[in-house]
């Protein structure tokens, strides 16, 4: 344990940084940089190496390794560390290697499936993976079961996210944030908004829209625009003939580029002016940019997702991994997250926690979701394992993959 | 098993073996010692690789499989399929790579030049230049791809000047285009054709080209009779240099192209590897790919006749 610690405590840095995250909401930091991380990242994955021990979900040595998406943790004003992570450290001893590897879903997975299926150590004890492919992981067998009686606070889990039909009674996954695809633009170009995603298709946007490389937000928002419901039950067709629309705007070059993560880049440097986006990517982006990008869930619709975290069944530090889990489902930490990252916060009583930080905030719908806005949006359903390779297959295809 | 351990297993003593003349009747077995790491290391590292590889381009889906579960087989449909489907993407590969190596010769033959003609005698610059060359190897080659995407995109001065000048139509861009992807390209393996081409005009002698001068050539006869024979076996080696990762490069088309009229093979292939998780069609396509560049490249040396390559 003492070997784990970090020489931090008592270094008054380190203090200033914990109370500037009790205090402080709303964070600057440098979109670009972040983004660099997350584009290194893209081809830097391949060969991480790491202790290759088929855990029993002991609590092994060295660093807690966790891998994130871009700007999904508060960080202090020069980007250069994470409050509430440097606060877990010091309190806790356990030093946290964290990584924003994640540029989305399929990439991730591609690139560390060989040792999931060996079960070697994936070079993560902390992963970071949306609902389906969360899905796709339990079902393989891939994650580590948590003992829920060392994480006390998951109790705070909200009631909706307690029960999810992939793990049911959250044995092996708990929510770390969840979000909405919609539609978002640069004010300066489009003083007048959008309100639909065929609003992206308008010829004077040529060549400076963006879609996301995530098929279940990209064609569930061209779906729902459609008149289908994502949730519902589609069929074939209306999969086919959104997916027709990404095509389409891709051949005309109305579409850019279809990116992951790093759409933000694009929308900051203004090559991208409209773009389908996720919400709180752009509250956060906003802050850098004195409020030039807006947010919307299109008139018909939005999609709702979560990610969730989960340790891999060959890592070795399950144990710091569920305390980690429980610190964050601290509400006030919590809401010290929420804070800087702007997502809706899994976590009960972080809306209260948030009134003493920022009260503006506590009254965010994108953080703290109405009834009117849940109304709004709607959940990729759940796909089986040959649909999801049908159409994830397809959908990659069409973008060029 | 490490290399350190195989280069004293032959021998009993190797400080000894190395330190002393071999005798007259063991030369030969001194020397093929010393080739045993090479050839270990080319054995686990490439011969064993390209056997899996080979393999891999012949599995077969496990009918009703997971996502990414192949079975050994000799499914020799993987290759036609995947020439079907890619062939767009394999042509406009070789396209943009054979651009690239043009473009790298046209602007680095002249700096080559420079540093090794102009600059001889001075080795303080000499040495200077030549660093330049080499120092963008010092960063990440995605940052200084990512800086291209900042220098090119939209709202900054190279195309801001270009559409100015009329280069552009005013709604035009670079970023996320053929053009992109070529500047990108050209750029990432420039110092590979300089440094061939610096190595052999370092040795031309001077006195050629005054020889040219004495027998009334113009400096550009000069140059195209003496400098540019006497430099081929550079540019030879320089154009391989270029060509040959330019071909399977997918880092600057990812991050500089688009997703359709700019797609490389090497984007297909990390695409289907990583991502859509189809292990037999990445296999034959980069089977498909290093088998077209050994011909080309086969076919190009030995219509340079160009045999001591640097």
Not at chain 1, 45 to 69: E, F, H, I, V, Y
Not at chain 1, 259 to 287: E, F, H, K, M, P
Not at chain 2, 175 to 182: H, I, K
Request: hydrophobic share 45%; proline share 6%; with cysteine.
């Amino acid at each position: 344990m003492s070997s784990d610690r970090r020489a931090l405590p008592g270094d008054p840095r380190v203090r200033e940084l914990v109370r500037q995250a009790q205090g402080v909401s709303r964070r600057r930091f440098l979109a670009g940089a972040a983004g660099v991380v997350g584009a290194g990242a893209l081809l830097g994955a391949c060969g991480t190496a790491g202790p290759t021990q088929a855990g029993d979900g002991g609590r092994g040595d060295g660093p807690l390794r966790w891998a994130n998406w871009t700007q999904y943790l508060d960080q202090d004003e020069d980007s250069t560390s994470f409050p509430t992570l440097v606060a877990f450290e010091e309190s806790s001893g356990i030093d946290v290697e964290y990584y924003e590897d994640i540029e989305d879903n399929d990439s991730f997975y591609g690139k560390i499936s060989r040792q999931l299926e060996n079960g070697q150590d994936v070079g993560y004890d902390v992963v970071t993976l949306t609902d389906w492919m969360a899905a796709r992981w339990i079902r393989q067998q891939h994650v580590a079961e948590l003992d829920r009686t060392r994480i006390p606070n998951a109790e705070n889990i909200l009631p909706n996210l307690a029960a999810v039909d992939f793990d049911d009674g959250r044995r092996f996954s708990l929510t770390w944030q969840s979000g909405f695809a919609g539609i978002a633009w640069n004010r300066e170009v489009i003083p007048d908004g959008l309100r639909s995603v065929s609003d992206l298709w308008d010829p004077q946007y040529r060549g400076r829209v963006l879609v996301l490389s995530e098929m279940r937000d990209t064609i569930g928002l061209l779906m729902l625009e459609n008149g289908m419901d994502p949730a519902g039950s589609w069929t074939t067709d209306d999969w086919f003939d959104a997916l027709d629309v990404v095509q389409r705007n891709l051949a005309d070059g109305q579409i850019r580029q279809v990116r992951g993560n790093s759409y933000t880049q694009d929308l900051a440097s203004g090559d991208a002016v409209a773009c389908i986006a996720w919400s709180g990517d752009i509250t956060s982006l906003n802050y850098e940019n004195d409020g030039k990008f807006a947010f919307a869930i299109p008139d018909a619709g939005g999609t709702l997702w979560s990610d969730n975290l989960m340790v891999p069944k060959a890592s070795s530090r399950r144990a710091q991994a569920e305390d980690l889990f429980d610190y964050y489902y601290d509400p006030v930490v919590a809401a010290e997250v929420a804070a800087w990252v702007n997502y809706v916060t899994p976590v009960q009583g972080a809306q209260e926690a948030m009134t003493q930080i920022d009260p503006e905030l506590a009254e965010d719908p994108m953080i703290f979701p109405t009834e009117e806005i849940l109304s709004q949006v709607h959940v990729f359903r759940t796909l089986t394992p040959a649909e999801e390779e049908r159409y994830n297959g397809q959908f990659l295809e069409a973008i060029g993959a | 098993m490490s290399v350190a351990t195989a280069l004293q297993r032959p021998g009993g003593a190797p400080g000894a073996a190395a330190g002393r003349p071999a005798p007259p009747g063991g030369a030969g077995s001194g020397h093929r010692r010393l080739i045993v790491p090479g050839v270990l290391y080319l054995l686990v590292f490439f011969v064993l690789p390209v056997g899996v590889l080979l393999a891999t381009s012949f599995y077969a889906r496990v009918p009703g499989g997971e996502l990414g579960e192949f079975e050994p087989a000799l499914r020799w449909q993987n290759y036609p399929e995947a020439l079907a489907q890619f062939w767009p993407q394999l042509l406009r590969s070789f396209g943009f790579a054979a651009a690239a190596t043009v473009a790298a010769l046209l602007v680095g033959y002249p700096m080559a030049y420079v540093i090794a003609v102009r600059a001889r005698g001075r080795p303080a610059l000499q040495g200077l230049l030549v660093v330049l060359v080499v120092a963008p190897f010092f960063t990440s080659f995605i940052l200084r791809t990512i800086a291209w995407k900042q220098i090119l995109s939209d709202d900054g001065r190279v195309v801001g000047a270009l559409r100015w000048l009329h280069v552009l139509p005013p709604d035009g861009r670079l970023s996320a285009t053929s053009a992109a992807v070529v500047v990108g390209l050209t750029y990432s393996f420039l110092p590979f054709m300089v440094l061939p081409l610096f190595a052999s005009l370092e040795r031309l002698d001077p006195r050629l080209l005054e020889a040219g001068a004495d027998l009334y050539a113009t400096p550009l006869t000069t140059f195209r009779r003496v400098t540019l024979p006497l430099s081929a076996p550079g540019v030879v080696a320089g154009t391989l240099l270029t060509f040959i990762p330019a071909v399977g490069d997918y880092v600057n088309s990812s991050l500089l192209g688009n997703n359709t009229t700019t797609v490389m093979i090497g984007q297909v292939v990390d695409a289907r590897f990583f991502r859509v998780l189809d292990y037999p069609t990445a296999a034959a396509l980069s089977v498909v790919l290093m088998v077209s560049i050994l011909v080309l490249v086969t076919a190009y040396v030995r219509r340079a006749g160009t045999e001591e390559l640097v």
